[in-house]
């Protein structure tokens, strides 16, 4: 069996389960049909547009099966008929589901698995295809509690992506594999305020084939803070230490760690968010084995009246790309990828169980090296009904 086919079995099985085993369910489900308009389909140099009309379903649900232990599930499948490609139809997956078991009075553990089938990222350099990917994350941890005040997590995780293109993901080497593992102390110095945290990340990512890959840790000092009822946030500040291995040869770097997050309720109506990071991470391109990110982003949800809602983001990614992160492909140059990307939603309710709603996406990419990394822009509308059970 597949490691694909097998991570999938396991959300499933998790979820079959827990509609047998749950003492108490509460389960929602809704679906969306979406009428829309995509002017990039492959998100390539070179447009192509198409109309498109997908049917979104989504259940979701929370099983207790005792006062230590219960179970979140999330499925959201998508079946999406585009006019204009190559395939016209596909179908998009999202499974997830999360255990958590109070072990002892002081020792929690959670289980996760996530699978997805998706289209390719802002940043893939799959140019001009209908390129798709499965992708599962699997991650588990433990929370000791050692008093009042102190706390230790430690966890552990394997994830892995497919891509459909075997070329492209066994020939060019952007299938993989990853291995990572967390621990982190925390201590509460203010009650129900403010806790500072120390800890460390490690990542172990091995490309396919002969690629290489690299590893990574990350060692950070933060702090959690709430500054009042309404606003909150996060702190993780420090660097990595990491051998990028080229396929031929392996070097050594440094990159600052940055995570960043704030939390604000404006008011009833207004939700503010916002992230901001810096780190080492998986080059999403075949050129190179690893890439500096920059990220940016701000989140707004406001409800204009009592039927009418907004939402709005936007992000901002800069990738740097050192030369000795580039693979033996004949690269000797640095380069910089740069992604802006920007969504905006109104929903109106014309009663509890029915919702219009209207959407837009813009995505622009543009970088300073053309041969593995594209640059394009991405205009997607759509016009919605969505209805809850």
């Not at 003492?23 to 389909?41: E, F, M």
């Not at 379903?57 to 585009?82: A, C, D, H, V």
């Not at 066994?170 to 305020?193: C, H, I, M, W």
């Not at 219009?356 to 090296?369: H, K, N, Q």
Request: charged fraction near 25%.
């Amino acid at each position: 069996m597949s490691k694909e086919k097998l991570c999938l079995l396991t959300v499933l099985s998790l979820i079959s389960a827990s509609v047998f085993a749950g003492k108490d369910s509460s389960i929602k489900i809704q679906n969306t049909v979406r009428l829309g308009y995509d002017d990039n389909i492959y998100q390539a140099k070179e447009e192509t547009g198409s109309a498109f009309v997908s049917d979104i379903f989504n259940i979701s649900g929370k099983m207790t099966f005792s006062e230590r232990s219960e179970l979140l599930l999330f499925w959201q499948p998508e079946f999406k008929y585009r006019f204009d490609a190559d395939p016209e139809a596909i179908t998009y997956q999202d499974v997830y589901g999360r255990f958590s078991h109070g072990l002892t009075q002081n020792v929690f553990f959670q289980l996760s698995d996530r699978f997805r089938y998706q289209q390719k990222g802002a940043q893939s350099g799959a140019n001009g295809v209908d390129n798709n990917f499965i992708e599962n994350n699997l991650k588990g941890a433990l929370d000791f509690t050692l008093s009042k005040e102190s706390q230790v997590k430690v966890g552990a995780g394997y994830s892995l992506r497919r891509w459909d293109d075997d070329n492209y993901g066994q020939t060019l080497g952007n299938d993989y594999d990853q291995f990572v593992g967390d621990a982190s102390y925390l201590r509460e110095l203010k009650p129900n305020k403010t806790t500072a945290i120390a800890g460390v990340n490690y990542v172990n990512h091995s490309f396919d084939g002969d690629r290489g890959g690299y590893q990574s840790t990350a060692l950070y000092l933060g702090v959690d803070q709430n500054f009042t009822p309404a606003v909150s946030g996060n702190l993780r500040v420090g660097g990595s230490f990491s051998t990028i291995d080229t396929g031929t040869e392996e070097n050594d770097a440094y990159a600052p760690y940055l995570q960043g997050k704030l939390l604000m309720q404006a008011s009833e109506d207004t939700t503010f968010t916002g992230s901001i990071g810096y780190s080492m991470d998986k080059s999403e391109n075949s050129g190179y084995n690893a890439q500096d990110s920059f990220k940016f982003d701000l989140g707004l949800q406001h409800k204009l009246t009592s039927k009418l809602t907004l939402s709005s983001t936007v992000g901002y990614t800069l990738s740097f790309y050192n030369s000795d992160y580039a693979r033996n492909v004949g690269i000797n140059d640095d380069a910089e990828d740069r992604v802006f990307r920007f969504k905006i939603r109104a929903s109106y309710e014309i009663n509890k169980n029915n919702f219009v709603d209207l959407g837009y996406a813009f995505t622009t990419r543009d970088t300073t090296e053309a041969q593995y990394l594209t640059e394009y822009n991405r205009n997607v509308v759509d016009l919605g009904w969505r209805f809850k059970f």
